[in-house]
Structures are given as structure tokens and as C-alpha cells.
């Protein structure tokens, strides 16, 4: 087993080390056996939350284990720190800014104060917006410059004004209005823009530009890019850019001189960070896409998850046990990484949505005070599709030398019903939990192969290969369909889950400092690109690499 954290956040102990001297007993027992001795562990470590169902109980952990991180997040004070992040105290302290995608989907309207102002008429406002925005489009009364409806939608923004609406549009493909088609642009490599704009036409394309600065260096190379390509086809005229662009932004001034009238300016603001911006006007392109109704049902299913989160029982709170067993792993059986494996195929971003989301927040190494911490945070975060995984990494799961806990999510019911797949695709999910839990002992492969009528010699040779130890833990969550609902519903989930973590770790989930400073040297490289001196300011790596590049 990896090294486990022996020094604890403030105010944690004695439960940390309690914790700590627990695990060492965990370590000795087999989930195996943890389920031949107790018929009833699925009924007392599993939670229902409408049409959700999460099984834990395929995990390392006793009655006891539950019982001391419940301790735990008591100790941290969780249930003060939700309320604070609710109430719009300014808990990113590094950045002096209130925490707030909870309002955007505060579907009871009740008043949410910051610097004593209710932000919720201005939330109100833009959702008007958007939906006034989005009818035109979707009933085809916003013409594009030639007369002709908008068919395709190219949003350009990286990040959180990327992934996430990108992740959510994909998910949500069902939902999609028949002859409307969106595109995501992010990467600033040339290939991610050109291979969009190659399949579509400049009569009948919007863009929409998501920058909350609208200086964001890779958003503003790939928008510029889009706002030449649409001259070159258009005829050149600069006044027919505002029947074809769109901004969400905040940058008043910087949107004008793109070419963009105000009108077509969809505001967010300070406490709305990037990770947790799809729930504002970022996710324009899904409401475009799927109707506003569709939008504010995904918003609903959000605000469901945080009433739960809010009111919920820590010990029948999704999030809640989710992020302590984050932390179990993480700091007392001493793992490093964590797996997303959503079976089924309109999920399939969700897994490289929440590496942002989950290593954005919580890949800290200070306490909220500054002061080093000395324990582990957080996990890297991994994982793709069920059942592409089985025929890739599974093998590492089952029989590698990593640990690794991971979340199988399962809809029960699909929206493509052909022949047997979802049958298949069903039963592959709960398998692949049951093997990872019992594995396969040696004395049962011996078995097998004497049964299959293998000679003893044979057998003492593949045996060691086919033997599988088992005691790999994992949750499942079903999920009766993936609506708008319910994908709101499990995005949620996850951002509570980050945050609880955050708060046994005693770290800031809501700044990102970590970005900045490749990006500050890149500005500094790509002047040195143009030079036509020889790069001598950096270490002998980097001089050596960027005067390669210049030689090329």
C-alpha cells in the first residue's frame, strides 16, 4: 500500500490518528469475506435520493470506519462551511469572492445576498435573456446574414467555458432540436478551429465567444480565427459579424470592438468560478440546443442536489459520503488516483469533466492560511466509458499493482433501445464490481482448470496468471435515466463532494493560482518565437527546446 498521511489538518485530531490506526485493521480484512459475514451490508451502506441509487458498500470500510469519518467531518466543522458557501460569505478567501453557482440554479428564488445586494434578480434577468435569445434562434426567427435560419452553433471558450457545456450538450444528445447541430472549439491548436469550420457554412452559423475577460489568450486566437474565416465567406462587410457572433462575457468594451452589439452580450459575474460557470449563461449553447425547458430542468435537478446536500443527514448524504470516502482513500489507505467509468456512451466527457473539476479545486498544497500541508490532497482522476475500459486498463484494476476506488455510474433505462445492448452493457457494469470486490482465489482457478480437465503441471504454470486477489473497491450509482434532471442532479453531486473534501483538507477549492504561471511564460516564449536572436534567458532545456523550434 502507498504511504498513508500521518499529520493531520487543525482541529482533527484525535480522529485523525484514530483513523490512521483504523486503517492498519482494514488492510487485513477481504471485502469477500466483509459480505459472507454481514447479508445486510448492501441495505446499511447504500442511499436512495430520488431516482438515484448509490451503492458504497462495495468499500473498504466497516461501521466503525463510517462512524469515525462521520467525526471527522463534525471536526471540521462541514455543516458551518456548506451554510457559509449558501449564504454567499466570501469563502475564496485567496480571491476575496463570494462562492455562488448555487444561485444560479436556486430554483426557490429565495434572496441570496452578497455584499449585501440579492443577486437573484440579475440571475433572473439573463436566464430571461437566454430564453427570449434561444426561442429566436430555435424557431428560426434570427436570420443569418443572407436571410437563411441558424443550423449550426460554434461555441469557443476553453475550460470551464468549454468542458463543461460541452460535456452537458453531449450528455443531453437526445434532447437536441432536430436540424440544429453544436460545436465545441477550445484547444488553440489550429486543428481543433479548422476542422470545425470545414463543415460548416458561414450563412448559417453562430458563434458564440465565452470569455469572462474576453482576453483569454486560446478563446481570443481561436474567435479572431472564426471572425477572419466568416469575413473571407460573407463578403468582407464587418456589419454582418452581429447577426453571426454572440459573447458571454463581462467585458463590455472589449465585446463592442470584436463587433459584437451589447444586445448580444450574456453577462456573469466574479462569484460564478469557471469550473462551476455552466449553470450561467456558459451554458448557452445547451439551452440553445435543447430548449430552454430542458435548461431549467437541468438547473432543477442541480437545486434538488443542493437541498440534499444542505438538509440531508451527513450519514444519508450523497456528497457527504462520497467525499469522506474520498478522504479515506486518499489520506488513510493511502491511494493517489480515482476512477470515473460512466456505462454509457453520452457520458463519455464526464470523466474528463471532473479532472478538471476535481483537480482544479482540490490539486492544492497550502491550507487556507498559506501554511504547507502535511498530509495528501487531492487524487488524480481518470477513467473512460464502460465497456472500452474493460478491453484497456481493466487489467491494471484487476491485477496490477495500483489501487485504484472507482465510481460506475449506470442509467437502468436508455435512450437507445436497439436489439440487446443496454441488457449487455448492464451486465457488464455489475460484473465488473463483483470481480473487482471478490477477485478469484487460487485455489478456485486450480479448480476450474482441473475441472476443464487441464494436466497438474499446466495448472501450477497458469494458475499464479489467472488468480485474481479481488478487494478492489468501488461505488455504483444508478440512475434511472439520463434526463436533464438527473444530469444536473449527478453534476452537483460531485462539485458538494469536492467541496466536502476541501474542508477536511483545509484548502481552498475555488481559486486555480496553479494555471497561471505556464501562461505567463508562454506570453514570454512566443515573443522569443519571433526573435530572431537565440533564446538565452531560461535554463538549458528550455533555451535548447525553443531555439530547436525557431531552427525549424
Request: aromatic share 8%; proline share 4%.
Amino acid at each position: 500500500m502507498p504511504h498513508t498521511s500521518q499529520s493531520s489538518p487543525q482541529n482533527l485530531e484525535p480522529a485523525w490518528q484514530t483513523l490512521l490506526a483504523h486503517a492498519q485493521q482494514i488492510k487485513q480484512q477481504h471485502l469477500r469475506h466483509l459480505f459472507a459475514t454481514d447479508p445486510k451490508r448492501f441495505e446499511r451502506f447504500s442511499l436512495a435520493s430520488g431516482e438515484f441509487l448509490l451503492d458504497y458498500s462495495k468499500n473498504l470500510i466497516t461501521d466503525q470506519t463510517l462512524e469515525l469519518l462521520l467525526q471527522l467531518a463534525d471536526g471540521a466543522d462541514l455543516k458551518g462551511w456548506i451554510k457559509r458557501m449558501f449564504q454567499g460569505e466570501k469563502i475564496n478567501n485567496t480571491e476575496g469572492r463570494a462562492v455562488l453557482h448555487t444561485a444560479l440554479r436556486n430554483q426557490s428564488n429565495t434572496p441570496v445576498m452578497v455584499d449585501g445586494e440579492d443577486v437573484m434578480p440579475e440571475v433572473n434577468r439573463v436566464l430571461a435573456q437566454m430564453e427570449a435569445f434561444c426561442n429566436r434562434i430555435r424557431q428560426g426567427q434570427w436570420k443569418g446574414y443572407s436571410g437563411k435560419p441558424i443550423t449550426d452553433i460554434v461555441n469557443i471558450g476553453i475550460g470551464g467555458s468549454g468542458l463543461g457545456p460541452h460535456m452537458v450538450a453531449t450528455a443531453l444528445r437526445p434532447y437536441w432540436k432536430d436540424g440544429l447541430n453544436v460545436h465545441f472549439v477550445s484547444n488553440v491548436d489550429g486543428a481543433d478551429i479548422n476542422e470545425t469550420l470545414a463543415g460548416i457554412s458561414a450563412e448559417t452559423t453562430l458563434f458564440i465567444i465565452a470569455s469572462k475577460t474576453f482576453t483569454t489568450r486560446e478563446t481570443m486566437t481561436n474567435a479572431h480565427t472564426a471572425r477572419q474565416w466568416f469575413l473571407q465567406h460573407s463578403g468582407n462587410d464587418h456589419k454582418r459579424v452581429r447577426h453571426h457572433f454572440v459573447a458571454v462575457s463581462t467585458n463590455a468594451t472589449a465585446v463592442r470592438a470584436f463587433g459584437i452589439d451589447h444586445d448580444n452580450m450574456f453577462e456573469f459575474w466574479d462569484w460564478v468560478g469557471g469550473r462551476y460557470s455552466l449553470w450561467s449563461a456558459i451554458g448557452l449553447p445547451v439551452a440553445l440546443v435543447v430548449g430552454m425547458d430542458n435548461f431549467r430542468n437541468l438547473l432543477a435537478g442541480a437545486h434538488e442536489m443542493d437541498q440534499h446536500f444542505c438538509n440531508a443527514e451527513f450519514s444519508a448524504n450523497l456528497p457527504v459520503i462520497l467525499g469522506l470516502l474520498g478522504v479515506w482513500y486518499r489520506n488513510f489507505i493511502g491511494v493517489g488516483n480515482h476512477a470515473i467509468l460512466p456505462y454509457d456512451h453520452s457520458l463519455r466527457l464526464l470523466p474528463a469533466y471532473l479532472q478538471q473539476a476535481d483537480m482544479e479545486s482540490n490539486g492544492k498544497r497550502v491550507t487556507r492560511d498559506g501554511s504547507p500541508v502535511g498530509y495528501s490532497t487531492g487524487p488524480v482522476i481518470w477513467g473512460q466509458p464502460g465497456t472500452n475500459g474493460q478491453h484497456a486498463f481493466f487489467q491494471l484494476m484487476h491485477q496490477g499493482t495500483e489501487l485504484a476506488p472507482a465510481d460506475f455510474i449506470l442509467p437502468a433505462h436508455t435512450h437507445h433501445p436497439v436489439s440487446e445492448h443496454h441488457k449487455i452493457l448492464c451486465a457488464n457494469c455489475i460484473a465488473q464490481t463483483e470481480a473487482l470486490m471478490r477477485g478469484k482465489t487460487e485455489a478456485e482457478v486450480r479448480e476450474e482448470l482441473a475441472a476443464a480437465g487441464m494436466d497438474a503441471a499446466r495448472i501450477d504454470r497458469l494458475a499464479p496468471h489467472r488468480t485474481f486477489p479481488g478487494n478492489k473497491p468501488s461505488n455504483t450509482l444508478l440512475i434511472r435515466k439520463l434526463t436533464p434532471h438527473n444530469l444536473g442532479k449527478l453534476i452537483a453531486m460531485y462539485e458538494h463532494k469536492i467541496f466536502v473534501e476541501s474542508i477536511i483538507w483545509n484548502i481552498n477549492a475555488f481559486d486555480q493560482w496553479g494555471v497561471e504561471l505556464g501562461k505567463q511564460l508562454a506570453g514570454v516564449i512566443e515573443k522569443e518565437l519571433d526573435s530572431a536572436s537565440p533564446c538565452t534567458g531560461h535554463d538549458g532545456s528550455t533555451n535548447g527546446l525553443v531555439n530547436y523550434l525557431k531552427k525549424q
